[in-house]
Nanobody
């Protein structure tokens, strides 16, 4: 099995910044894509940002221009730099990865980390 370990969540004032990290551990052949989803109470989980093995990125419209996803392939780690945070960014952020393990591509989820942005 592969484990995704998240860090970097917390409480920040509106306009502030946080950086989330997610590291993959285990018997990893390759990582096809990694990113974050978030879920606020009473709302559906939504994709925030993702990055592929080739470096292509995808962002939710609501975070474009404010969030930046990056990767360190040597460390099997992705980072989400979140700037100009807004109260509506408050959610549990879940790291997600599509990882090649043995002969299959499997989806993995991190434990989730709370991000709270105060007004």
């Amino acid at each position: 099995q592969v484990q995704l370990v998240e860090s970097g969540g917390g409480l920040v004032q509106a306009g502030g910044s946080l950086r989330l990290s997610c590291a993959a551990f285990g018997s990893i052949f390759s990582i096809n894509a990694m990113g974050w989803y978030r879920q606020a109470p009473g709302k559906q989980r939504e994709l925030v940002a993702a990055i592929t093995s080739g470096g292509s990125t995808n962002y939710a419209d609501s975070v474009k221009g404010r969030f930046t996803i990056s990767r360190d392939n040597a460390k099997n780690t992705v980072y989400l730099q979140m700037n100009s945070l807004k109260p509506e960014d408050t959610a549990v952020y879940y790291c997600h990865a599509l990882i090649r393990v043995l002969s299959s591509d499997d989806r993995y989820w991190g434990q989730g980390g709370q991000v709270t942005v105060s007004s």
